[in-house]
């Protein structure tokens, strides 16, 4: 697989960062504005609000590719409170204290948070953030 796949590693990094992010902006959106869901907010002014505000404002920052390191680094640090306060009191096994979605947007945010943008993002585009070797593979050798 990695030589079928190989070549298209920065594109899929980037598809994988652009849904990431919107996926967690949408925690965010549910929290705040209730949507998607039922229409049921959280108190702006609450621990629940304020994570609402950080997943949908570091979401929208991972999704485009502005600063992505530092926006991942804060997605993943909540990931993982959320994870010990939540989840944590009702058993340490993810899978049985719904903690699953934590754990993994956790870890993912972490890499990113030590990948960078890569190609397609704002970062990119202003000239940071995209590794040498993904700068190589975003154009095609030609010859």
Known sequence: ???FLGPYSPQLYAILRIVAGLMFAMHGTQKLFGWPGDGNTVEMA????FAGILEL???LMIAF???TGT???IASG???VAFFMAHVPQGWNPLLNQGENAVLYCFLFLYMA???AGIWSVDAAIGR???QEDRRAAIPDRW
């Open 46 to 49: 609450s621990l629940m609000g």
């Open 114 to 116: 030590a990948r960078g």
């Open 1 to 3: 697989m990695e030589r």
């Open 78 to 80: 909540q990931m993982a």
């Open 65 to 67: 590719g502005f600063l």
């Open 57 to 59: 404002v570091t979401g």
């Open 71 to 73: 926006a991942a680094f």
């Open 129 to 131: 953030g995209v590794r």
